[in-house]
């Protein structure tokens, strides 16, 4: 399954594995994984995550909570792998872009050829992050009343007054 795929990647030893797997599990950018992301725990299945990038309007994104799809313990134990793998990449986009990117791109087309419809692309790691969490999550009794849009910019740190970025989100479902 998806969620055990993105697992077994946290346990490759390549770098951008982690840094997918990891994305696919938080629903972080890419960059986010691999430059600026710090976790601190809520309980087993949530974090506060920080280190936010591309926030229209804002400079600054405040913390929020996010939903996992593993453990808590599994998610911040990868990131402090990759942090020490590759520490040159810690708040330099640049270089990370630079030097990740293409990497990345062959790596999720590979990996996540046929678990989904379409050309896999990093991208859509956080659509589909976005998509599993709503249907596990959402179910419990005082989440029932959230309209999906608003979830979604909830977990991506959209903010409130942004339901519209949620709408390129919206291209996968679960069968």
Do not use: W
Not at 23 to 51: H, M, P, Q
Not at 87 to 98: A, T, V
Not at 132 to 140: G, L, P
Request: proline residues 3%; aromatic residues 12%; charged residues 30%.
């Amino acid at each position: 399954t998806y969620k055990n795929k993105n697992l077994q990647l946290l346990d490759s030893p390549y770098f951008i594995d982690n840094v997918l797997g990891l994305a696919a599990l938080t629903g972080r950018r890419v960059a986010e994984i691999g430059c600026t992301a710090n976790f601190k725990k809520v309980d087993d299945r949530k974090a506060i995550f920080k280190g936010q990038l591309k926030n229209k309007g804002s400079k600054d994104t405040l913390p929020y909570e996010i939903p996992l799809l593993a453990d808590f313990d599994i998610i911040n134990e990868s990131l402090n792998k990759i942090r020490i793998l590759k520490p040159k990449y810690i708040d330099n986009m640049e270089l990370f872009h630079n030097s990740c990117s293409k990497t990345l791109s062959v790596k999720a087309k590979e990996i996540y050829k046929g678990l989904f419809e379409g050309e896999p692309k990093a991208k859509d790691l956080r659509a589909i992050y976005s998509t599993i969490c709503f249907h596990e999550f959402n179910k419990k009794p005082e989440n029932k009343h959230i309209d999906r849009d608003v979830y979604y910019s909830q977990i991506l740190g959209h903010g409130n007054e942004d339901i519209y970025t949620c709408g390129s989100y919206v291209d996968f479902y679960i069968l």
